[in-house]
Nanobody, 122 residues
Framework: QVQPIESGGGLVQAGGSLRLSCAAS????????MGWFRRALGKEREFVAT????????IYSDSVKGRFTISRDNAKNTVYLQMNSLKPEDTAVYYC???????????????WGQGTQVTVSS
């Protein structure tokens, strides 16, 4: 079973950058799609980005497209989310999740991390 653990969150000024990491335990990490979701205070959880098993295919939400980049290193059992040009509306708890299939819908994802807080000040 693959269990993800996020890190890399923090406080950053608008226009700045952060890189989130998600280290996943388990020998079968490379068999799963991986996704990033976020939940802002008082809002529903929303899809951010997902990457296929091979890393060759990615999907982004319209709100982060062109600013965020998802990548993975299967040798290190880690997926990353590089976030550039951050905006105050990006403030949220960011969750990494393991996907049984590749796509944007949360039902595809089984194991979820505890989340890491990202706060963007204006």
């Amino acid at each position: 079973q693959v269990q993800p653990i996020e890190s890399g969150g923090g406080l950053v000024q608008a226009g700045g950058s952060l890189r989130l990491s998600c280290a996943a335990s388990g020998r079968t990490f490379s068999r799963y799609a991986m996704g990033w979701f976020r939940r802002a205070l008082g809002k529903e959880r929303e899809f951010v980005a997902t990457i296929s098993v091979s890393g060759g295919d990615t999907i982004y939400s319209d709100s982060v497209k062109g600013r965020f980049t998802i990548s993975r290193d299967n040798a290190k059992n880690t997926v990353y989310l590089q976030m550039n040009s951050l905006k105050p509306e990006d403030t949220a708890v960011y969750y990494c999740a393991v996907g049984l299939s590749w796509g944007t819908e949360s039902w595809r994802y089984t194991n979820w991390g505890q989340g890491t807080q990202v706060t963007v000040s204006s």
